[in-house]
């Protein structure tokens, strides 16, 4: 395929190394010669000697900042009369409303909005990486008016940088990425901001719910200002759905004895749409037995320790490693589907590992 | 050390075990003969005759359930005139309060508050282990007329278990908790309800970032509401100056332009926060280079990684494996000391192993 890449950042590069190492035929616009030059050197696609035009490419990605991608995408619709055009935009619906502004009808069938759910702390051609896509859900939003020949062409780029295809309507997009992943955040880092004047001896108390709960709360102010100033309205409906639950509760503990039903109602409810996120490989929901092993904190001991589950045939789905305040002691907690869990426990128990507990969920502890 | 366990369920069952194992000697009491024999079947100690008292015990630790443990404690330091006694109950102040409106002034210089942080989603005798506080905080809670002797025999009690001591004013004990464990419990909850109604296609969309906010909504809704009534009034209080914050962002989101602002800071917050969680082995919180790997997910991938990481001699301080929806595909994040960085990049790269990206914090993508 042809394909023309349009504002070299992060994405552009990254989606240009890609396509390029699978024998795509890229070429790069930016309007920094200096951005641009960088992602061709890469390796990313060819430039495009100044004020020319790319050799009609059968598809046209916008990846510019999210503030100017409405008037690029337009643009390329009149500039590239034959390409179908795409973008990767982590917002879709105030955009597509943008560029139906800015075009003629039946130019709009030829825009297919994209999001590749990938990214990295740094920004530039200079962070590009050929696999960021790499198991990473591609979202792609069409319509019944969406040409199945073009919907065809953007599935196979997408698919090329080796991420996974998922297609939605750009408002069930937004309302998704409010809800699993913009109110998160929101969240979580109301959670931490409740840590900053607590004493350190209090903050030391810390178990693995916390860091858990607090880990995206790390994320950068100005990314997620952007993000959820996109979505705003999305976003604002799912938390005011969440503070009408978070009065509940504040009430029921204001009130105390008699009340606690809505307590209990509100942690069962949280399980209910725990059960709801997907297991591994997009399957599902999955419950794996846990099992948790004391493993001694010095190089080697996790290389042992797999070796051994290794040995007993057993694959591992998921694993974690729990922080131990003052002990120089790792907890190991091994994530196995259920049928093998004994297998697993009697293994590691014959090769002298410690288990000191052997359940399903380790979830609920005080 | 003599010691006298009241209440053999999970805690005191699983405390008499450990403190067996370490040679000390162990009576256990419970108004169940049947739970009380089981316990001491297991080897968690010495049954009493019934009616009898135990032999002169330097320590009573009272782990009955919480709602019985204030007449419990009273009636030790009657029963018990010299020893020490000792509870495990999660809530402290409300406990302390009942205890000093039962017993005589000098008594209650006998009476010192604990709050081991262990325990499991099963309860009973029959779900013991003699290695559940291992690695596990210990709260004690003690006051300047504890005296020192006293003190001094509950801390060595508590460190026979493997458990790190932690000492705590009682109110100190209570707030923290409320912050470092029962509201991210109640708003991890809060944020896994809002996926109750989404259709799986949304909730598909689920990243990394999700599943650790959500992780603990899994959990038992019984203990929970036990947990949050018995310290209602510090959940309630932080829950409250979180909803503060919540309510300028939804305030925010609803204004649009000019207000961005505020969601910036809100963010901020949030960094600040995070970066009072201290790091593993209690120390000053730590910031860990992140490395990626991409492994098949085939049985002993894992051993083979962490022995090519462990043949480099670099200790790995965390980590945690992702899920890519849809791909036989595992990611696998391996945390180390931001200096041996670059030689662990280099070393796995060598080897063969893929690494799409390499950075300090991998926060924050959107």
Redesign the interface.
Known sequence: MRIHIIGTGLLGASLGLALSEQDHRVSLEDTSPTAQQLAADLGAGEVMPTGDQANDPQIVVVATPPDVAAPVIASALVTYPNATVTDVA?VKTRLLEAVRELVHGSDLDRYIGCHP??????SGAI?A?S??F????W?VCSDEDTPSDRLGEVVEMAEATGA?V?H?DPR?HD???A???H??????????????H??????????Q?????????????????Q???GN??E??S??????T???D??TA??L??GS?GV????????????????????QAPTKYAVVTI?VP???????????????L????E????D???????G?VDVSVVPATQQELEIGLLSKGW?I??S?I??????
Do not use: C, Y
Request: hydrophobic share 45%; aromatic share 2%; proline share 5%.
């Open positions: 982590s759910m990938a990214g990295r702390e740094k962070a990486r696999d960021l790499t198991a990473r859900p979202v996974s998922i939605l069930i309302a998704a990425v809800r699993v992943s109110v998160p955040q929101v969240i979580s880092s109301l959670v931490a901001s409740q840590l900053r607590a004493p350190l001896e209090e903050v030391a108390l810390a178990g719910g916390l860091r858990d709960v607090t880990r995206i709360a790390a994320s950068d102010p100005r990314l997620w200002t993000i959820l100033t705003s309205e976003v604002r799912v938390l005011v759905e969440l503070r639950e978070l009065d509760v504040i503990l204001e105390g004895a606690t307590l209990a109602k509100a942690i069962a409810l949280g399980n209910e749409g725990h059960d709801r996120i997907p297991g591994k490989h997009g004391l904190d010095t190089p080697g001991t996790l290389a042992t320790l797999f070796k051994d589950i290794g040995d045939d057993i694959n591992v998921d694993f974690r490693m922080h131990a305040p003052g002990q120089k002691l907890i410690q000191p507990e359940a969920e380790k979830e609920g502890i005080a």
